[in-house]
Nanobody, 121 residues
């Protein structure tokens, strides 16, 4: 069993930065790939970025590439999403999830409660 807790969200101006953290409990966390998804009001949950068990492989959407960086600290059982050059369209609730490496929500078995990111124009 893995429990995930996101933090680091908040209100930021266009062009600003935030670093989201996903802290996990459970000794098997390192056995899972981890992804970040986001969901804006009235929209479906969408994939943002994923990182493999070891951290050696990452994948992100075109909209995230060059602006967002996913990383993990295995010793701290934590995955990060560094978000730079934020835009109003990045406004959403951001969720981390643990499972198998992929871009679909059903690739992931464990989900956090989400953290709100709001980018003002």
């Amino acid at each position: 069993q893995v429990q995930l807790v996101e933090s680091g969200g908040g209100l930021v101006q266009t062009g600003g930065s935030l670093r989201l953290s996903c802290a996990a409990s459970g000794r098997t966390f390192s056995s899972y790939a981890v992804a970040w998804f986001r969901q804006a009001p009235g929209k479906e949950r969408e994939f943002v970025a994923a990182i493999s068990m070891s951290g050696g492989r990452t994948y992100s959407t075109d909209s995230a590439k060059g602006r967002f960086t996913i990383s993990r600290d295995v010793a701290k059982n934590t995955v990060y999403l560094q978000m730079n050059s934020l835009k109003p369209e990045d406004t959403a609730v951001y969720y981390c999830a643990a499972g198998v490496f992929g871009t679909r929500w059903y690739d992931y078995n464990y989900w956090g409660q989400g953290t709100q990111v709001t980018v003002s124009s």
